[in-house]
């Protein structure tokens, strides 16, 4: 009996005091699916672990969730912490509604080194760092060995330069009739980044080094519009037409991103390789890269701002990281992910497809992290579209948006 | 006061009432609606007025004062003229497109036929169709290769262009799908008005010999003015805020050709965080479409409706 007394007294004394402490966090994000559903599961086992923590995750849908976050802040009514794509996080951490984390990676001895460079410099910001990568996606290139069996080309050897890109896409037009490669022509974002990895493996740059003035109408970046030009206009080998021709067997190579080792199996009838995208000779191995990047608000207090962390940290841990990119197929942020020997087993026996985007993530570039990207971005995309119609030489088009993106830059 | 004999003493409150007649009662069944279109539409429209003097990204702590200088940035901005052309392209070609199409299509539908409703419902379907899906569809439809639009001109011996890539034909590709959501609509207003043209003005002409030509370009046409009035109005003005179409089947492109204010209003807003500059456009489209109320409004003296 006296036991049974003790027990629920203990039980109870537990129970108020766990409610006392208790720290509760709203964590905003736009993972849904499937990724949803592993975000969900390592919460729950992270409650478990911290008895006294709730973290409330509030699912925002994409498109969302930047102007969510917008009116957040706005009306002071933040989340303790969020999420966001890596191109919206110079606005955020210029905003100054985002709290540094220098102080807390340095308690916790989180190895910053340990992280693949490019996606860190999105959290930087006049010296602070505000965010951490959490997730990250790359482009490669995706061939189709059907088409190039039957173009006479041995299956299992993707390109290895532009040389070779070239020489495989005219075979494969002269031989099968299809187009060589696809490359996005619609506009945008979309021909922007595909366009910098083209850019950036023949030499060139986006913008300068302190990202104050447009660098890409350099010998090297016309090079590289030139190279997309001929694919286009003088050797016909690519199309100026709607996204989807390689999905439909329609055009023997792509670049595309990671996420599309899940989906490209599933939609298509013909046998895919994935290689590191090819560069020209006497360049450099390049690639673009995407991502989130997980931050905390300011006006949390001390101790929730510290809860917030501490769950930052945990899933940022390897083993966390190691998990969660299994879950989602996202790439990792950390090389101790990418070199973990469970991680590396899974992807070749599970993802094979996905081996050559973990290795680019060594070699894989930010956009730059400025404000005002997304214009720049749409300026750099209509020039390229313009040479790509013919209605300009690549280099008039690089000149005219470089004047049109430098006032944007000041 | 001089005069007014009143039957009965006044009570309390009719002498209140004499005094402010029926405003407080006029009131207070209006507060409802004061309050939603208040909180709803003239808070946020003042709001971005206020919004349009500034430059904010939305995030930024400081919004800076500005002045005029985000109207005098949009004047002198090429994209902007860009947009306005576009806007009066799409909305003049659909305007005038869906209702010759209208028309033509009460009048054939107003003769006593079997099958009448059926007709009726299949060309108010795309009325009915959601946007975003029709433009998915039609976008589609329009692929160079695979669409059903370029695989029928080639059955005829046509070689289609490249319809929604190329800069020359993907407005015409946007307003041909903008036609056929508008011609349902004009079809079944034009057919209400055709049902109340009385018989006998035909039957008369007929008497003096007019042909079917001469019926229509002498009774029907002039009878339906005040109705095509109506029409070109409303779809003026619907045309004039194209937004989703635009987004879901050509996000602009190519090359701006398809940039309607709309769309170059949700990209300084939402894809720039340009949000004081935004707003700048949002009052001058709203300049715009006021002016064309207001012309409309004076040539049917108030609305009248005659033409």
Known sequence: MQAHWLKAIVTMTVALLSLGTAQKLTFWHYWDGANGQVLQGLIERYQKEHPGVTIESVFVPGGELLTKLQTAITAKQTPSMAISDLVAMPLLTQSGALSPLDDFIRQSNLNLADYFPGPLVYGLYQGKRYSLPVSASNLGLFWNKNLFRAAGLDPNRPPRNWDELLRFARQIKAKTGKWGIELFTQGGEGTTWQTQVYFWGAGAEFLNANNTAPAFNSPQGVRALQFLVDLVQKEKVAPVAPWGLFGRGEAAMVMDGSWMTQFFPQQVNFELGAAPFPYPAGGHPATNMGGEQIFIFQNADAASAKAAWDFINWFSSTPVQVEWDRGTGFLPVRRSVANDPAYRAWVSNARPLMRPFVDSMAFARPRPPVARYPQISDIFAKYVQEALLGRLSPKEALDRAAQEVTPLLR | ?307
């Not at chain 2, 500034?54 to 005098?72: K, Q």
């Not at chain 2, 009460?106 to 060309?123: C, D, E, I, M």
């Open chain 2, 1 to 307: 006061m001089n005069g007014v004999r009143l039957q009965k003493t006044p009570s309390k409150a009719s002498r209140w009432g004499r005094t402010l007649g029926e405003w407080p009662a006029a009131l207070f069944f209006l507060l409802p609606t004061v309050a939603v279109l208040g909180t709803f539409n003239f808070y946020p429209a003042l709001s971005s007025l206020y919004l349009s003097l500034f430059e904010w990204n939305g995030l930024s702590p400081t919004r800076e004062f500005v002045g005029l200088a985000n109207y005098s940035r949009l004047l002198a901005s090429g994209e902007f003229w860009n947009s306005l052309r576009v806007t009066l392209l799409y909305a003049g070609g659909v305007t005038l497109l869906a209702l010759a199409l209208g028309m033509g299509v009460a009048v054939l539908l107003n003769q006593p036929s079997r099958g009448q409703a059926l007709y009726r419902v299949l060309y108010f379907l795309p009325v009915i169709t959601p946007t975003v899906a029709s433009g998915v569809v039609w976008k589609y439809l329009f692929d160079p290769t695979q669409g059903v639009v370029n695989r029928g001109l080639a059955g005829v011996g046509l070689q289609g262009p490249a319809w929604l890539s190329d800069p020359s034909w993907a407005l015409a590709a946007v307003i041909v799908v903008g036609v056929w959501k508008r011609v349902g609509f004009n079809l079944v207003v034009y057919l209400a008005a055709l049902q109340g043209i009385p018989r006998a003005y035909y039957e008369a002409a007929q008497l003096d010999g007019a042909g079917p030509w001469q019926q229509f370009r002498h009774i029907t046409l002039p009878l339906l003015a005040p109705t095509t009035f109506f029409l070109v109005v409303t779809a003026l003005i619907d045309a004039f805020q194209v937004f989703d179409l635009v987004y879901v089947m050509t996000s602009g492109g190519p090359l701006g050709s398809t940039d309607v204010l709309g769309y170059y209003l949700y990209r300084q807003a939402f894809r720039y965080s340009e949000l004081g500059f935004a707003s700048a456009v949002a009052y001058v489209m709203f300049a715009l479409i006021f002016a064309v109320t207001v012309i409309q409004f004076r040539l049917t003296r108030g609305g009248q409706g005659d033409g």
